[in-house]
């Protein structure tokens, strides 16, 4: 700066029409420094405990002598620029600069020349890229500096006024009872810039060559703050155990690591996902973490991670989901109990045409010229008949085993001709015509058989009692498969029993809700929860010509 620049003066005098022009309105003060004098000539020593009240004293004894608006807004509280006049500029200057202002006036103050000048790049939560500049005048005496800031305003609001917003800030996350880190990930914002500027656009392929950018990020983004439920989370101490790099939160999940940088290079707003988080005493929780990341003209260094601990959860509703298959299989061994006699039926068909083909056999070998040819083919129907018997004994075994769901595709009509095995002779000793008229040609479904072929067989036995508990004369049960709205393949049981009473229909798939005598209420429920895991559904009506309708419906197989 080449021109003089003298006293601030009045608000319409030259002097300050000359201010302003050459710094295009920015905030700017005219400061007594006499009674600072006797601190600044010692100048800062000692270590930081000397530099902290050396600063103190000098700031403290530097006056506000005037300051225009723009300083007034920059720097000013509640009182107003008028009783800002007269005061410490310590009570307002902001303290993260403190230092960079004292040391500055402290040199211009020493420096013998007339028109002596400083300038230094300070911090600033409200500039951008502040310059702060602090000099003096030959037409205003020694003891009169001058301190402007030039930067553009990013946040319309006081210093103080952002000050107490962010003290309410912090106040908030440190009572917020979910555990809560703010982190600081400015680092990385400026390794994405620079990877942008050359061409970077698919971060995910460029972490895979470069994984050791997902280490740098892990020890350079830093936790800066942390509330009491993020330490208790973790097992520390206390919250400042926790300040540091953000790598202690990615220990058990490192792939996390890399999903929330992507999130972060792609400048979406947030991003969650439920993490292994290992505590400071080794042991591992299930935890969902929410990342939400700063967009201008939020402050930078502001990125909040919340933790939520689902680890109670998830173990309950693991066992809820054991509970929920113990059910099943009961149920299924209950079913399977009350058709003893068609499953009896069923294995004695195989086992009687095995003993007639045997018998025969022997009657041909025992000839005086056995026809060889004969036996051989009596012995292929007697193999034939064994693995019948066999496949039939190994699907009652299934059905009632205690397995994990195996969810793999299928063909529903399989499922149904495999779960008529159980119900045929049931059906006919009862008098029911049985029709089933399966789609062709349909797409696969995905899904666990045994469980499946519960639900159709539950659905049938259901149907079955209805009738002959009604007494109703000539029953009948109709199945059919095929196509349902979106693509999705429909199985449908009908019946002519005396359908579901109309103010049950909303109730029947409730748990332990049932309308026999005898019924436990689990049936449905278990069918209602097996079609619900398979992402399909059932549902229950009454047809207009009398009897029950139910209707399944799954997802086909993706192409």
Not at 138 to 145: F, K, L, N, S, Y
Not at 223 to 248: H, K, M, W, Y
Not at 389 to 407: D, L, Q, Y
Not at 546 to 553: D, K, Q, V
Request: charged fraction near 25%; charge should be negative; hydrophobic fraction near 40%.
């Amino acid at each position: 700066m080449s021109e003089t620049l003298p006293s601030a003066g009045e608000p319409d005098s030259r002097i300050v029409l000359e201010i302003d022009a050459l710094y295009h309105g920015s905030p700017y003060w005219e400061l007594d420094t006499a009674d600072a004098r006797i601190f600044i000539g010692g100048g800062p020593s000692g270590g930081e405990l000397r530099q902290a009240n050396w600063v103190a004293e000098v700031l403290g004894r530097s006056r506000v002598v005037d300051l225009n608006d723009r300083a007034v807004q920059l720097v000013g509280t509640f009182v107003g620029r008028e009783d800002m006049i007269g005061r410490p500029v310590a009570e307002f200057w902001p303290p993260d600069s403190h230092d960079d202002l004292a040391e500055l006036i402290a040199e211009v103050v020493s420096d013998r020349s007339p028109d002596a000048m400083r300038t230094r790049d300070i911090t600033s939560l409200l500039l951008q890229a502040p310059l702060l500049t602090v000099w003096r005048s030959r037409e205003t005496g020694a003891d009169t500096v001058f301190v402007a800031v030039k930067g553009a305003l990013i946040d319309h609001r006081s210093y103080w006024s952002l000050r107490a917003s962010e003290e309410r800030y912090r106040k908030l996350i440190q009572h917020m009872p979910n555990p809560l880190l703010r982190v600081d990930a400015r680092v990385m914002g400026r390794v994405f810039a620079r990877l942008r500027a050359e061409g970077v656009v698919d971060i995910e392929s460029y972490l895979d060559a470069h994984p050791e950018l997902i280490a740098f990020a892990e020890q350079n983004v830093r936790i800066t703050e942390a509330n009491p439920a993020a330490a208790q989370l973790f097992g520390a101490r206390s919250p400042a155990d926790l300040i540091g790099p953000v790598e202690c939160l990615f220990k058990a999940s490192p792939e996390t690591a890399r999903r929330v940088m992507i999130a972060h290079f792609d400048r979406r707003r947030s991003h969650a996902e439920v993490m292994k988080l290992r505590r400071l005493d080794g042991r591992l929780l299930d935890v969902q973490i929410a990342v939400t990341f700063p967009t201008p003209p939020e402050q930078l260094d502001v990125t909040v991670v919340g933790l939520n601990d689902l680890t109670d959860r998830l173990r309950t509703e693991a066992q809820l989901r054991q509970l929920q298959a113990d059910f099943t299989r009961a149920a299924r061994i209950s079913t399977l109990g009350e058709l003893a006699t068609s499953i009896a039926h069923e294995v004695n068909q195989p086992l009687a045409a095995i003993f007639t083909n045997a018998e025969t056999s022997l009657r041909w070998l025992s000839r005086d010229e056995p026809n060889l040819a004969k036996v051989v083919q009596l012995t292929t129907r007697i193999v034939a008949s064994a693995r019948h018997a066999n496949e039939i004994v190994h699907r009652i075994r299934a059905m009632t085993a205690k397995h994990a769901p195996e969810c793999l595709p299928l063909e529903l009509n399989e499922v149904v001709d495999e779960a008529l095995l159980f119900l045929r002779h049931d059906i006919e000793s009862r008098s029911i015509r049985l029709s089933t008229k399966l789609g062709l040609g349909l797409p696969r479904v995905i899904g666990d058989r045994v469980q499946l072929q519960q639900v159709i067989v539950n659905l049938l036995v259901n149907s079955a009692q209805a009738i002959g508990h009604a007494g109703t004369k000539d029953g009948r049960v109709e199945l059919s498969t095929g196509l349902g709205p979106g693509g999705a393949v429909v199985f449908v049981i009908r019946d002519n029993g005396p359908g579901i009473p109309e103010e049950d229909l909303d109730r029947i798939f409730e748990g332990f809700f049932t309308t026999k005598d005898e019924g436990m209420g689990l049936g449905l429920a278990i069918c209602q929860s097996i079609m619900t895991a398979h992402r399909g559904g059932i549902a229950a009506s009454n047809r207009p010509e009398g009897g029950a309708s139910f209707r399944l419906w799954l997802p086909a197989e993706p192409r």
